[in-house]
């Protein structure tokens, strides 16, 4: 029985390494996620996934280098980093003559209500202060 560990960015890279180095007939063995690389206290580490993988070599078919390499080369271009995808619309910069025309819309139709609130608030006021001369309340009632 040959054992062998592989390691990959992702469970899918190293099942075609599996694949590719020991055959169809390979079992996993085991596969866990390992931390590789990085300095002090494991910081700037990459997480990979660690695979190991037996096969029976009586039943290991030899494959030929040129098999080999190509699925390495395979393994390799599929590990590579892929192109950042271009956004499928371009964001629309606000005009700021249409803004400034909607604010003004809104400005004149707010007029009337500010000017109905200037007289609730003057007419707030006004009897606040008949409240506050006792006169004016009581001298209705004597």
Known sequence: MKLKRFEALTLQEALQAVK???GPDAVIVSSRRVQKGGGLF???????VEVTAA??????AEAPRKQ???ALAALRK???PLEKP???FQPVEPDPDANFREQ??????LDPMKEQMQK?????????????????????LR
């Open 104 to 109: 003004l819309k809104v400005a004149t139709a």
């Open 42 to 48: 494991g910081l700037m580490s990459q997480s990979m």
């Open 20 to 22: 590719a180095e020991l």
């Open 120 to 140: 609730m608030r003057e007419e707030i006021r006004r009897l606040r202060e008949e409240q506050r001369d006792p006169e004016r309340v009581l001298g209705p």
């Open 55 to 60: 096969v029976d070599q009586t039943q290991q």
């Open 78 to 80: 599929a590990s590579a």
């Open 68 to 70: 080999s390499l190509a």
């Open 86 to 88: 271009k956004p499928a």
